[in-house]
T-cell receptor
Framework: GENVEQHPSTLSVQEGDSAVIKCTYS??????FPWYKQELGKRPQLIID?????GEKKDQRIAVTLNKTAKHFSLHITETQPEDSAVYFC???????????FGTGTRLQVTL | DAMVIQNPRYQVTQFGKPVTLSCSQT?????MYWYQQKSSQAPKLLFH???????NEADTPDNFQSRRPNTSFCFLDIRSPGLGDAAMYLC??????????????FGPGTRLTVL
């Protein structure tokens, strides 16, 4: 089955700096890679996703890159703000599966 | 408008006393999932339905059961809750929206406390 590793487990940045979270996956058949943001006590919310036929996708301050050869994908947040503080989960879905495999999560703290 | 609804949002039960958590959706999605999430961990899939087809994860304890009487509703039954079952329980759906067939939409969760 799919295995997703995520690093770092915690990340502290100053407001205005960039944050990068990296994930690797094991199943070369995986073709969909969402990123979820989860604030304390709330549901995971999809913030951006990418499919395997695309190398990069951007939505305002958030971007995701995918390297299929190396089987890794990354989340980039620019100009971080205190409201970006949350736990971020990467995930992967193999093409024929119905199930998400989550990474272990990254706790991002944006300090003033 | 709420798309995936979970009730109750907070549930307190006693050790060994059966409890049922409910999930409903207005998206008409054919796939519904139940996850267990403990503090500082990723959501852990318990089982999912593809239409009426039930798919149990190999490591889901027998103590956890599920029902899906129709497309809109799905229930999680915990037959004899133990202290280790205290967690956030998340329901999610996935459907056939054009261009969004892979996206899972999560409900707000039910936080279960076991006394």
């Amino acid at each position: 089955g799919e295995n997703v590793e995520q690093h770092p487990s915690t990340l502290s940045v100053q407001e205005g700096d960039s944050a990068v979270i990296k994930c690797t996956y094991s199943d070369s058949a995986s073709n969909y890679f969402p990123w979820y943001k989860q604030e304390l006590g709330k549901r995971p919310q999809l913030i951006i996703d990418i499919r395997s036929n695309v190398g990069e996708k951007k939505d305002q301050r958030i971007a995701v890159t995918l390297n299929k050869t190396a089987k890794h994908f990354s989340l980039h947040i620019t100009e971080t703000q205190p409201e970006d503080s949350a736990v971020y989960f990467c995930a992967a879905i193999p093409g024929t599966a119905s199930k998400l495999t989550f990474g272990t999560g990254t706790r991002l703290q944006v300090t003033l | 408008d709420a798309m995936v609804i979970q009730n109750p949002r907070y549930q307190v039960t006693q050790f060994g006393k059966p409890v049922t958590l409910s999930c409903s959706q207005t998206l008409n999605h054919n796939v519904m999932y139940w996850y267990q999430q403990k503090s500082s961990q990723a959501p852990k899939l318990l089982f999912h339905y593809y239409d009426k087809d039930f798919n149990n994860e190999a490591d889901t304890p027998d103590n956890f059961q599920s029902r899906r009487p129709n497309t809109s509703f799905c229930f999680l039954d915990i037959r004899s809750p133990g202290l280790g079952d205290a967690a956030m329980y998340l329901c999610a759906t996935r459907g056939s929206d054009v261009g969004r067939t892979d996206t899972q939409y999560f409900g707000p969760g039910t936080r279960l406390t076991v006394l």
